[in-house]
């Protein structure tokens, strides 16, 4: 592939797994803070690792209930 409507062609085969691989590797970035809290907050100990460990022993124990509806009448 030597021209850019040949990338561009080769591009648009790509499935949309691919398309996010070469997306990442054109476009690398550094996680910022959002991204930094969020893995502490998902990691075991973490604020979110709690809630899901709790829901997960909801689950188990039968007592999960639906959403509410968000209909306005």
């Given at each position: 592939m030597s021209t850019v409507?040949?990338?561009?062609s080769a591009i648009q085969?790509?499935?949309l797994q691919e398309r996010c691989e070469l997306e990442a590797l054109l476009h690398p970035f550094e996680d910022d803070d959002w991204d930094r809290q969020m893995k502490r907050d998902a990691?075991?100990?973490g604020?979110?690792?709690k809630?899901?460990?709790a829901s997960e022993?909801?689950?188990a124990e039968g007592?999960?209930?639906d959403f509410p509806s968000c209909d306005k009448k």
């Open positions: 409507a040949e990338i561009f085969e790509l499935s990691a075991p100990g604020k979110l690792w809630l899901m460990e022993k909801q689950a007592k999960l209930v």
